[in-house]
């Protein structure tokens, strides 16, 4: 208090002395108690700022996850408040202690502070406090009465619209979509978080309109649309970094993650959450910490590292149970019992699952104990407990109709009809899975419906409803190809595909078996190389690479040459392959963004070859080979028992035909394999052409040196190509053929002198001679001796009807992308022409032959076919490749591609193939078909290539040449 004031005080007397003093005095006093009134306004209003300011720190204890710290910091402040009687300070304290008990788990202590401070905001008449009061209450139901939140949002709305606080209406029009969301209404959901979106714009409330753009994206995860989510993330994600809101960042980066996942992207979407959890680890959020663990978990677990998977989920545990962190310990505790069910240790998996139904149940959150129930329910089932595991799904079931969690009841329903059907009821399959359907058709996702209508097709066919089944087998395929089109483009696509690959072949084993085989081949054939398929579909067109695609491309060709130049330890080999998958998961996501979305439109490519062609399809199903044929004497289906072993027997016949010292070994496997693969469909046929769909291990299997009872050779009969699928056949034919009739032919003898290892490179010293050979076939030709990367992508891209490259291949069977064909290394190439770059290449040719040794190999994946450089050069605009399955010396593969060339401007380009295995079969030398056998036609095989053919007078150089000398010498002898 000021000097003067005190004064005053201590002598009040003195200051009513006389009439005149006291007038005097009145005007004093007066002014002295203004001055003690503003003081006592300047000190509440320093108090106010005070404890505004310990509110505000009080927040950031939210922000940085330190609950209860949070809890008791928010304890301090009501007593405080409540001794100096600041109401609205100690209304805003309790609605904090509220939450500090929400997030800390503590269910039942969240509601008396919420119902005191909601009193204390009406006896104020505080309508933006009752509003804000409500939407906490409202949060009180949010695990167990999502109507009633919804009820609750909506009466606190009324009171912050009347207070005109259109920031908290913002926030509760985004809490309403988190309720709807919950109960699965997404298509309200989406409305109410649009609702905020646009209240954020107006009020450039950036933090908020990031919130509502993540939320918007949740819905489209939920609905199987991650492509869509993404770009909500990337808004979201944009927002906040331009505020550097670094909690939001990770956030929102944990569900990029989760996106990432639903796409098959399983390295994006580690790195989503390592970079989440970096941050949370930074700020000191263990909440955050946990949550990101448990993410990765998840990663690993679907890679199938399960150890890895269980230890995080540990660590995850531990950092709960030092948070107080109620939910995230039942979560975490369901999880590790379902990774330790998944490991084999069911005692392990039935303790942490008893453990965390005690606490969900003390917990008392309906949707935490119907997921624990579930997972209980598959254990007791795997482990032959049928009455256990119909109990558990049954209370499962209450407790998600209790909070109309619509996600859950369909998971509930499809499993219940999936043990039915095992048990041969499908009357109750039938009834599960439409019920499962339904309910997914009203929240409008498609995650799961293909699977579902497949399961009811399977059902309904057992039941004999023939109609019924048809239809939802076809709707189970329409559901796979919407799913297709938003994924559309590369690894995504074929990792959806080898998932849902069975599907195709139940269906369209089913039909088979009804005698339906037009329709069960063309099914069959309609799952098949869909990445392919897309590309022809698309045509020859030139897709160039964006920015960031070459940015990502030259950083793998640095690391993958410094893999192959250095002297590298074996930790650092490590480190380095570690980056160039990395690199490569980059690459794939920045496709993916400047592909667009958009798939196979129409099954009418399917088409069978006209007679007297033999077509024969190949499908691997369980232990059953089935085998599709279409010949001279019509359509017809064949089922081969013991597949497996068959596969097997293949792979042994392959290393004997591949020895060239095996002598005639392979003679007795030859023939068994023909009268098992092709006997009946060859029987009594003079075809001489032959096309060939194959599958798994079929796609090695060189089908024109089987042998028949007679012990002749099947190319002796006829001509064979290979084709992923009859779809793709009928594209290929389809593509118009390239303005340019000339040939482009390659040769390399300079390598990346520096690689070492493996990766140290023969000297190829004949290539150049080949090159010129396969030049001198049609005038004009291009020919490139030494050829180096640069060039030949260069000259690729100019049209040619024929393109031969004589060089080395290196081909990766687990990383398919990696294959490549090595040319000479330039200062902006590495000299590997890979995969990748391949398959973006507009080829514009009729054949491309690439004599490199097993330049024929890949990696065999279900749905998809043989993936390396078979697929990328019919995919870039080949109409047909030559490629070699294994090694061949070069001197016999010089004398094979002579003889192919020999016959190639007269003859189609199957139909060479199979003149120069027989030329080659009458040389004592080369008769052994290592040599021969390893060379194979895929694609349009029936194709004669129109070549231009050289000028008369080069061809009649040597004859008239010849004549002159005669002429010169019979003049001399004249003389």
Not at 269 to 282: N, T
Not at 549 to 565: A, G
Not at 612 to 632: E, I
Not at 800 to 820: F, M
Request: charged share 20%; glycine share 6%.
């Amino acid at each position: 208090m000021p000097n003067f004031m005190r004064r005053a005080v201590s002598h009040p007397v003195s200051l009513l002395s006389s009439r005149s003093a006291r007038r005097q005095n009145v005007g004093r006093i007066i002014l002295i108690f203004s001055c003690v009134l503003l003081s006592m306004s300047t000190v509440a209003t320093r108090a106010g700022a005070d404890m505004a300011e310990r509110l505000e720190n009080l927040q950031g204890l939210f922000y940085a996850g330190q609950f209860a710290a949070a809890r008791d910091t928010a304890q301090a402040i009501i007593f405080e408040t409540e001794r100096t009687a600041d109401k609205p300070s100690l209304a805003a304290a309790l609605l904090k202690l509220s939450d500090a008990h929400y997030y800390l788990g503590n269910h039942a202590q969240t509601l008396p502070p919420i119902e005191r401070a909601l009193g204390i905001f009406r006896e104020i008449g505080d309508d933006t406090g009752i509003g804000r009061s409500y939407y906490s209450l409202a949060y009180f139901y949010e695990r167990t009465d999502p109507a009633r939140m919804i009820e609750l949002l909506e009466e606190g709305l009324i009171y912050t619209e009347r207070s005109g606080d259109r920031q908290f209406s913002m926030n509760i029009a985004n809490a309403m979509g988190s309720a709807q969301f919950n109960q699965g209404q997404y298509a309200a959901a989406i409305l109410s978080f649009g609702k905020a979106a646009e209240l954020a714009g107006d009020l450039e409330a950036v933090s908020a309109l990031a919130t509502a753009n993540q939320n918007i994206g949740l819905i489209h995860m939920h609905q199987g649309n991650n492509i869509k989510a993404l770009e909500y993330f990337d808004l979201a994600l944009a927002a906040v970094r331009e505020i550097d809101e670094t909690h939001s960042i990770a956030i929102v980066l944990g569900n990029a993650g989760n996106a990432h996942l639903g796409l098959y992207d399983f390295e994006a979407g580690l790195d989503c959450y390592e970079r989440a959890l970096a941050i949370h680890r930074e700020s000191g959020y263990q909440r955050g910490i946990c949550v990101q663990l448990s993410n990765i978990s998840s990663v690993y677990e679907r890679l199938q590292d399960l150890e890895h998977a269980a230890e995080l989920r540990r660590e995850a545990l531990e950092l709960a149970i030092q948070t107080e962190d109620k939910r995230g310990i039942i979560q975490t505790m369901s999880y590790l019992g379902q990774l330790h069910v998944s490991l084999g240790d069911l005692i392990q998996a039935r303790d942490y699952f008893e453990q965390a139904h005690a606490r969900a149940t003390e917990f008392g959150d309906p949707f935490l104990l119907s997921d624990l129930e579930v997972k209980q329910a598959q254990m007791a089932y795997t482990n032959g407990d049928g009455d256990l595991a119909v109990a558990k799904l049954s209370r499962a079931e209450v407790n998600a109709r209790q909070v109309e969690d619509r996600n859950s009841l369909a998971i509930i329903m499809a499993k219940r009809a999936e043990w039915a059907a095992a048990a041969g009821d499908h009357e109750s399959a039938v009834a599960g899975f439409r019920d499962a359907i339904d309910l997914h058709l009203a929240l409008e996702t498609n995650l799961n419906l293909h699977y579902y209508y497949s399961r009811l097709g399977q059902s309904l066919a057992a039941l004999g409803r023939i109609e019924d089944a048809e239809r939802a087998f076809d709707n189970s395929l329409a559901h796979i190809d919407e799913l297709d089109a938003r994924i559309a483009m590369g690894e995504f696509r074929v990792s959806l595909f080898a998932e849902v690959a069975a599907i195709y072949s139940a269906y369209s084993g089913w039909l088979g078996d009804r005698g339906h085989l037009l329709r069960a081949w063309s099914v069959l054939d309609r799952g098949r190389a869909r990445q392919l398929a897309l590309r022809i579909q698309q045509g020859r067109h030139q897709v160039d690479f964006t920015p960031a695609e070459l940015t990502v491309l030259t950083r793998i060709s640095t690391l993958q040459r410094r893999l192959r130049t250095e002297a590298l330890t074996g930790a650092e080999q490590i480190d380095l392959r570690a980056e160039i998958v990395a690199a490569e998961y980059e690459y794939n996501r920045a496709c993916r963004r400047s592909a667009g979305n958009s798939g196979i439109t129409s099954e009418s490519q399917f088409e069978l070859p006209a007679s007297p062609v033999v077509t024969v399809a190949y499908a691997v199903a369980g232990d059953t080979l089935r085998v599709y044929s279409n010949g001279p004497n019509g359509l017809r289906l064949r089922k081969v028992a013991a597949a497996r072993q068959l596969l097997e027997r293949i792979s042994l016949y392959l290393d004997l035909i591949a020895d060239p010292d095996s002598g005639d070994h392979h003679r007795v496997a030859g023939q068994s394999l023909f009268k098992t693969l092709l006997g009946p469909e060859l029987e009594g046929h003079a075809s001489e052409q032959l096309v060939i769909v194959p599958d798994d291990r079929l796609w090695s299997l060189p089908f024109a040196a089987l042998r028949d009872d007679q012990g002749r050779y099947l190319s002796e009969r006829m001509t064979v190509s290979l084709v992923p699928s009859l779809t793709i056949l009928h594209g290929l034919t389809q593509l118009p053929a390239g303005a340019n009739r000339r040939i482009l032919a390659t040769a390399n003898t300079r390598f990346d002198e520096s690689a070492v290892g493996a990766d140290a490179l023969a000297q190829l010293e004949d290539t150049p001679v080949e090159a010129i050979r396969v030049g001198r076939l049609a005038h004009g030709s291009t020919v490139l001796q030494e050829a180096d990367e640069e060039q030949v992508k260069e000259n690729l891209v100019d049209g040619y009807q024929l393109i031969h490259l004589a060089t080395h291949t290196l081909i990766d069977l687990e990383h398919p992308n990696r294959s490549s064909i090595v040319f000479a290394p330039t200062s902006s190439e590495d000299g590997y022409l890979q995969v990748r770059e391949i398959a973006r290449l507009p080829l514009d040719c009729s054949l491309m032959v690439v004599s490199g040794c097993s330049s024929g190999r890949g990696q065999v994946v279900a749905g998809e076919g043989l993936l390396g450089l078979t697929h990328a050069l019919l995919s870039a605009g080949s109409r047909c490749v030559t490629l070699s399955r294994w090694p061949v010396a070069d001197a016999a593969a010089a004398v094979f591609m002579q003889e192919f060339y020999r016959a190639l401007p007269t003859h189609s380009v199957d139909r060479s193939l199979q003149i120069a295995r027989n030329r080659l079969q009458g040389m004592e030398r080369w008769a052994h078909p290592a040599v021969w056998a390893a060379f194979y036609v895929a694609g349009d095989g029936a194709q004669t290539l129109d070549l231009p053919r050289r000028r008369p007078w080069s061809r009649m150089s040597l004859p008239v040449a010849g004549c002159i000398i005669l002429l010169l010498v019979i003049a001399l002898r004249r003389r």
